[in-house]
């Protein structure tokens, strides 16, 4: 038993005492030093993090730069609109009765099913896919936080309708969504410039996950195609950024406290993009496009034989690029993807086809280019040449035969015994054909440009198609032959300028928003001496004069008036390549039908412009491709003798001697002839 008056050994007690101080100690020092820290050493820290609850950074849109023709008249500018924001993860949730309530302090928590159902209940879709496409977004908003947490554009350029619905319920949904102003693009003339303008669209996971130093955001737009994607760099401009207040609930302050204020960084402004001045003539684009409109398929080029540049190109179908700034219907999208008139290609870059008789420049080029040729030769014409077992066919029987006239009547024969007679070879047709720009780029640079086909043996043997045959039909544009509207274009710019192959090009200067000059293009010749000898280049151009402007031509029938036009007609038969198996059927769409392709520059005794118009399966290139040519000359070069009514001289005709009066050039009377 012990007893209660027992005293304790004080000794016993000391170390536990001194224990107890000791650690009593450490723990008030470890305090002070917390404290120390929080306060001392990591205050700034702690202050920033202590702003960042009553701020909230907000980019700004940096307005797209804007694309105008020669004169200024605007393709492409940007319009107002709204923008929906949607954030994946919050601190707040929508509770079972449509209120929002608080999460722990400090923790997110994706958006629950309630409030994306509603969010969903709010937007027009156009159709099931688009409903879908949103609704993907938002899951992956949901389950990715790293990406969720932040404000991403969901959704662009809102109705009326739904803003209005959205606003409305901003009480319940505000630390889900926002809706900011910002800008779509707009193209005003539509369909008139959509290959040349381009579109937009918005940017890929593969530019977002591979490119993070170009600064795109998930849902940005960028160019697809045209100009607009050509130099998106130029166009797009750089965002800057505002700081506001907000509160608890990430809503901004109506009227913050002067030291909130105070508090807020300083904004960024953004950074306009640049405005692009095209080459083209909105004038000049509208009489070409109209011109060819009025076909299920084709297209037009008009260019400066000269230095190059591209006065009017227009391909047809094409959609309308304001489409693409609100969502499509996936049943239109199919239909057009479908379609064999392909609304998607430019058709004078994205897609080669048999140049038929206009390839025969080349052709002419080559056999002058042989010294044992005789281009006064006359070779007689029946109609067909017999080569092996097989007869090449030709139009109708055209007689006795020079260059010149095999050129003004477009006689195949001729062409074919050339090749027979190995004149025409493979080999020593490719690197004419090279040197005039054909079997490579342009260097247009827009729109996935096509190289086209210059065939040799090597390649004909490569693809399983070479026979003897194969030269004869490649003398006339066909075989393996394939050519761009622009490659052909180029090709007769280089007869017309004397033998200098020309870079196309479509932008003819850059300026920043206050009118800076940022860059300026320059005529580029491909070849620093002409490709064409002088003598060569004059009977070729003797052929192609008389190809419009005589009888015997195979476009007499469209010839103007005013202007002696230069030019040659192609009637490019068809392969089974370009036919299409799909079960569309198309009013007045014929696929057995030929190309009809017409090359042409004027005036002939100064060549200024050059014009080449396809029309896919559109018959012969007389009767559908000159027209538009001859329109788009016509509109360019103006009516000449609208006030002395005066005519050109004649097909063949000289010049007056001096002193001489020029007949050919009197007065004509209402059914007078020159």
């Known amino acids: 038993m012990i007893s209660l008056h027992q005293k304790d050994d004080l000794r016993d007690l000391r170390p536990r005492f001194q224990a107890t101080v000791i650690f009593v100690a450490l723990a008030f020092l470890a305090l002070a030093g917390r404290l120390c820290q929080l306060q001392v050493l990591e205050a700034d820290h702690y202050d920033r993090r202590a702003e960042r609850n009553f701020m909230d950074k907000v980019d700004v849109e940096a307005p797209r730069g804007r694309i105008y023709d020669v004169n200024g008249h605007p393709l492409a500018t940007n319009r107002s609109s709204y923008t929906l924001y949607i954030t994946g993860w919050a601190r707040f949730e929508l509770d079972p009765d449509g209120g929002v309530v608080s999460t722990p302090e400090g923790k997110r928590r994706p958006m629950g099913d309630t409030t994306r159902d509603t969010i969903l209940s709010l937007i027009d879709f156009i159709d099931e896919a688009d409903r879908d496409k949103f609704l993907a977004l938002l899951e992956e908003l949901r389950a990715d936080e790293a990406r969720g947490r932040y404000a991403q554009i969901a959704r662009r350029n809102l109705s009326w309708e739904e803003y209005a619905r959205i606003e409305s319920r901003l009480e319940v949904?505000?630390?889900?969504?926002?809706?900011?102003?910002?800008?779509?693009?707009?193209?005003?003339?539509?369909?008139?410039?959509?290959?040349?303008?381009?579109?937009?669209?918005?940017?890929?996971?593969?530019?977002?996950?591979?490119?993070?130093?170009?600064?795109?955001?998930?849902?940005?737009?960028?160019?697809q195609t045209g100009i607009e994607r050509q130099w998106e760099n130029y166009l797009r401009g750089r965002l800057g950024e505002r700081w506001r207040v907000v509160d608890?609930?990430?809503?901004e302050v109506a009227d913050p406290p002067a030291w909130a204020v105070d508090s807020l960084p300083p904004a960024r402004d953004p950074i306009p993009g640049q405005d692009i001045y095209l080459t083209?003539?909105?004038?000049?684009?509208?009489?070409?496009?109209e011109a060819v409109s009025d076909k299920l398929a084709g297209a037009v080029v008009a260019m400066d034989v000269n230095t190059g540049r591209v006065l009017a190109t227009a391909s047809v179908p094409s959609v309308d690029p304001n489409r693409y700034e609100q969502p499509i219907p996936s049943a239109e999208w199919k239909?057009?993807?479908?379609?064999?008139?392909?609304?998607?290609?430019?058709?004078?870059v994205q897609e080669h086809f048999f140049p038929g008789s206009t390839y025969k420049v080349v052709s002419a080029l080559v056999a002058l280019g042989d010294p044992e040729f005789d281009p006064d030769e006359e070779i007689e014409c029946e109609g067909y040449v017999k080569f092996g077992k097989r007869k090449f066919r030709d139009t109708h029987v055209h007689g006795p035969m020079n260059l010149e006239q095999a050129l003004v009547h477009s006689c195949n024969a001729y062409f074919y015994e050339l090749a027979i007679r190995n004149t025409l070879s493979l080999e020593r047709v490719e690197p004419v054909a090279r040197a005039l720009g054909l079997g490579d780029r342009t260097g247009l640079g827009i729109n996935g440009e096509v190289k086209g086909t210059i065939p040799t043996e090597e390649f004909e043997a490569r693809e399983g198609t070479y026979q003897g045959g194969v030269r004869l039909n490649s003398a006339i544009g066909q075989g393996n032959v394939k050519a761009t509207v622009m490659q052909v274009a180029v090709l007769y710019a280089a007869v017309a300028n004397g033998g200098y192959v020309l870079t196309p090009y479509l932008v003819d200067r850059i300026e920043t928003n206050d009118e800076k000059l940022v860059f300026s293009s320059e005529a580029q010749r491909r070849n620093e001496t002409p490709v064409l000898d002088a003598s060569d280049r004059a009977r070729i151009h003797a052929g192609l004069v008389g190809v419009v402007n005589s009888e015997d031509g195979t476009a007499y029938s469209q010839r103007l008036d005013n202007i002696v036009v230069a030019g040659k007609t192609g009637t490019?038969?068809?392969?089974?390549?370009?036919?299409?198996d799909t079960e569309v059927e198309i009013d007045g769409w014929d696929e057995t039908q030929d190309h009809a392709w017409f090359a042409a520059y004027a005036p002939a005794d100064d060549p200024q412009i050059v014009v080449v118009a396809l029309v896919v399966h559109g018959g012969t290139g007389a009767d559908a491709a000159a027209p538009i040519v001859m329109r788009v000359i016509e509109h360019y070069l103006g009516d000449t003798s609208s006030?002395?009514?005066?005519?050109?001289?004649?097909?063949?005709?000289?010049?007056?001697?001096?002193?001489?009066?020029?007949?050919?050039?009197?007065?004509?009377?209402?059914?007078?002839?020159?």
């Open 280 to 289: 083209l003539d909105l004038d000049l684009q509208t009489v070409a496009y």
């Open 643 to 674: 006030e002395t009514e005066l005519r050109p001289r004649g097909y063949g005709v000289p010049p007056p001697l001096p002193g001489q009066q020029d007949e050919t050039l009197a007065r004509v009377g209402k059914e007078g002839t020159p």
């Open 335 to 348: 239909a057009w993807s479908e379609s064999p008139l392909k609304p998607f290609i430019d058709k004078t």
């Open 572 to 580: 490019a038969q068809v392969g089974r390549e370009y036919r299409n």
């Open 248 to 251: 608890a609930r990430r809503r």
């Open 173 to 223: 949904l505000d630390p889900w969504v926002e809706i900011r102003e910002s800008s779509r693009r707009f193209y005003p003339e539509g369909v008139l410039t959509a290959f040349v303008t381009g579109q937009m669209g918005n940017v890929s996971a593969r530019t977002l996950d591979g490119s993070p130093h170009l600064g795109y955001r998930l849902g940005d737009r960028v160019g």
